[in-house]
């Protein structure tokens, strides 16, 4: 090497050394700066019947401006559930694509995410294992739900102790909906709607669906005790919801 070339040399490959490479769509990192994540890399599978149409027609209020996001904590799902909030989809995010400590850069993406499919509420949970360990948001609409509660067909030993021929038995009850407000419970039998006695499970959802926007008058069984609970049901936005 011609030695009056080699301080220039030394100091071409200490400016290479200076500049790592980055991935295609990434910014170079310093250690405190935000990377813009490889969209390409990052996916976002929508809850199966929660598609854009639906969630439009069954929110309760538009989408706001930004979502609230949140680190994920035991039973948090429940509790949104409880309020009327719905999953409507979920973002996995490798941690070799931001880090194991880059929780600022999982909240920036899953933020954006919430944006574009007009999430209200987003819960964060970080990795939990080294191999193909992921970020997970999920992410919350809040809907409007003409009933708010699930319901099954009887069993047959229930319809035996009810000495029913029909009828549903009440599951989760959501807050803030016609069946909180008419103070149905878990665990309640529900035997007529209005007099009449409901059949199956299909049969007082069609019920429901007749009667939106008004409301009606529940034959319940509770330990026992045979209750009359009166709900005012919401509307339908169509009749298929």
């Known amino acids: 090497m011609n030695l009056r070339l080699a301080p220039f040399a030394l100091l071409l490959l200490a400016g290479c050394a200076s500049n790592p490479p980055h991935a295609p ?26 598609d854009a149409a639906t969630v439009a027609r069954m929110r309760a209020a538009p989408a706001p401006a930004s979502a609230q996001v949140d ?10 559930s409880a309020q009327g909030y719905v999953r409507i989809g979920r973002t996995r995010m ?15 993406e899953a933020s954006r995410q919430a944006s574009v499919i007009g999430a209200e509420r987003v819960l964060l949970d970080p990795p939990r294992g080294v191999d193909g360990a992921a970020w997970i948001a999920d992410y ?17 030993q229930e319809r035996t102790t009810l000495a029913a021929d029909g009828g549903v038995a009440i599951g989760t009850v959501i807050g803030g909906t016609p069946a909180s407000r008419a103070n149905l419970i878990p665990g309640d ?11 199956d499970r299909a049969d007082f959802q069609d ?13 319940v069984v509770r330990n026992g005790e045979t209750l009359q609970r009166v709900v005012r049901l919401g509307t339908m936005t169509d009749g298929k919801d």
Do not use: C, M, W
């Open 140 to 156: 919350y609409v809040r809907f409007k739900l003409p009933f708010g509660a699930t319901f099954r067909d009887l069993r047959a």
């Open 207 to 219: 019920r429901l669906k007749r009667s939106a926007g008004r409301s009606v008058t529940l034959t």
């Open 94 to 108: 490798p941690v070799q694509l931001i880090g194991r400590d880059r929780e600022a850069d999982a909240r920036a």
């Open 189 to 199: 039998y529900v035997l007529a709607v209005d007099g009449k006695s409901i059949t």
């Open 25 to 50: 769509g990434e910014s170079p990192a310093s250690g405190n700066e935000t990377i813009e994540l490889p969209r390409a890399q990052i996916s976002y599978e929508e809850t199966p019947g929660r």
């Open 71 to 80: 680190a994920a904590a035991d039973d948090d799902e429940n509790r949104l």
